[in-house]
């Protein structure tokens, strides 16, 4: 017998992921099949679906209900290279600072997660910021304790950075953007230093932004969406420090910088010059992804935002 279709109003065009993920022949034939996907794993794991969440900008997001009751949420993610982690990092983790995995169907790239009730983003929080950035390095504790999973499990901070290094630097040449080559050759060169000098090695979350550290009921807060790496904890803290009432909001963003960073920092036992040194880098990156993609302008903002981070590190 043939299966009913799911309804239409499960995958509205108005959803993030189309816009992201459909701007490429190879994805919009990932979102031509998505509803027989979700179907599949719908009766797979024997799930009740409930209208679609509008947050995930690469993937198909859903509460569900499971045949006991309970409550969690379905994820089905486009497949690609920095979701392949999120599975590992989570059955590394067990619930301790981040939800805990349910089911995963890898060749899917689908995972059934604790759904966070309230479920509200650490940077919608009315707490100070001090408040905030200390709640969140909370949770980055619980995940950099965590075992390591087995060997090849997730990539390394190292070798990601590696390529990063490189593209920053053959994306410098080759588009010519007029960015300050001095700073670029610095984000490069700590691209590939930081990572190698690390005196210890963590499941980093990779994406650890207060609107992937939501409000719940097991753990106060619980983060969500990791693009998960072994390496470095210094890679993680800087997209908490930057937006989290943003420092360069301010007319002098260097005191607050200065503060913000210390106190998370302190909080983490971590040199506040080398995190400050990880967020320059990881703004020079960011810097060259924008030119890359045709956004010169907003490459170059980011580009002085690594220059107040670097002279802060005193680099």
Same mark, same amino acid.
Request: aromatic letters at 6%; one cysteine or more; charged letters at 25%.
């Given at each position: 017998?043939?299966?009913? $279709? &799911?309804?239409?109003?499960?995958?509205?065009?108005?959803?993030?992921?189309?816009?992201?993920?459909?701007?490429?022949?190879?994805?919009?034939?990932?979102?031509?099949?998505?509803?027989?996907?979700?179907?599949?794993?719908?009766?797979?794991?024997?799930?009740?679906?409930?209208?679609?969440?509008?947050? /995930?900008?690469?993937?198909?997001?859903?509460?569900?209900?499971?045949?006991? @009751?309970?409550?969690?949420?379905?994820?089905?993610?486009?497949?690609?290279? %920095?979701?392949? /982690?999120?599975?590992?990092?989570?059955?590394?983790?067990? @619930?301790?600072?981040?939800?805990?995995?349910?089911?995963?169907?890898? %060749?899917?790239? =689908?995972? !059934?997660?604790?759904?966070?009730?309230? *479920? *509200?983003?650490?940077?919608?929080?009315?707490?100070? $910021?001090? %408040?905030?950035?200390?709640?969140?390095? /909370?949770?980055?504790?619980?995940?950099?304790?965590?075992? =390591?999973?087995? +060997?090849?499990?997730? +990539?390394?901070?190292?070798?990601?950075? =590696?390529?990063?290094?490189?593209?920053?630097?053959?994306?410098?040449?080759?588009?010519?953007? *007029?960015?300050?080559?001095?700073?670029?050759?610095? *984000?490069?060169? &700590? !691209?590939?230093?930081?990572?190698?000098?690390?005196?210890? %090695?963590? #499941?980093?979350?990779?994406?650890?932004? $207060?609107?992937?550290?939501?409000?719940?009921?097991?753990?106060?807060?619980?983060?969500?969406?990791?693009?998960?790496?072994?390496?470095?904890?210094?890679?993680?803290?800087? $997209?908490?420090?930057?937006?989290?009432?943003?420092?360069?909001?301010?007319?002098?963003?260097?005191?607050?910088?200065?503060?913000?960073?210390?106190?998370?920092?302190?909080?983490?036992?971590?040199?506040?010059?080398?995190? !400050?040194?990880?967020?320059?880098?990881?703004?020079?990156?960011?810097?060259?992804?924008?030119? +890359?993609?045709?956004?010169?302008?907003?490459?170059? +903002?980011?580009?002085?935002?690594?220059? #107040? &981070?670097?002279?802060?590190? /005193?680099?």
């Amino acid at each position: 017998m043939a299966r009913a $279709p &799911l309804s239409d109003d499960l995958f509205p065009a108005g959803l993030p992921v189309y816009a992201t993920v459909g701007s490429t022949a190879e994805g919009r034939a990932w979102l031509d099949r998505l509803p027989a996907t979700v179907r599949d794993v719908q009766e797979q794991w024997d799930l009740r679906l409930g209208a679609p969440l509008h947050g /995930g900008s690469c993937s198909w997001v859903a509460p569900v209900e499971l045949p006991d @009751g309970g409550a969690a949420v379905l994820k089905v993610t486009w497949p690609h290279r %920095e979701a392949a /982690g999120e599975a590992p990092a989570l059955r590394a983790w067990d @619930g301790r600072g981040a939800v805990r995995l349910l089911n995963h169907d890898q %060749e899917r790239y =689908a995972l !059934l997660v604790e759904r966070c009730t309230p *479920g *509200g983003e650490l940077d919608g929080s009315p707490l100070p $910021p001090a %408040e905030r950035l200390l709640l969140g390095t /909370g949770v980055l504790r619980e995940l950099w304790d965590a075992p =390591a999973p087995p +060997e090849g499990a997730l +990539e390394r901070v190292a070798d990601v950075c =590696a390529e990063w290094a490189a593209a920053v630097e053959e994306r410098m040449a080759r588009i010519r953007p *007029g960015y300050d080559p001095g700073l670029v050759r610095l *984000g490069a060169r &700590l !691209l590939r230093e930081l990572p190698a000098s690390a005196t210890r %090695e963590v #499941v980093v979350h990779g994406d650890f932004n $207060p609107g992937n550290v939501l409000a719940a009921r097991r753990r106060p807060w619980l983060a969500i969406d990791p693009k998960s790496m072994v390496g470095d904890p210094g890679y993680d803290p800087w $997209p908490l420090l930057e937006q989290i009432d943003d420092p360069f909001g301010y007319d002098d963003p260097r005191p607050v910088l200065r503060e913000r960073f210390s106190l998370v920092a302190d909080a983490l036992d971590e040199d506040p010059a080398r995190l !400050l040194a990880w967020a320059a880098a990881r703004t020079v990156e960011s810097a060259l992804w924008c030119a +890359e993609h045709g956004d010169v302008p907003d490459g170059a +903002e980011e580009l002085e935002v690594a220059a #107040v &981070l670097a002279e802060l590190a /005193g680099l």
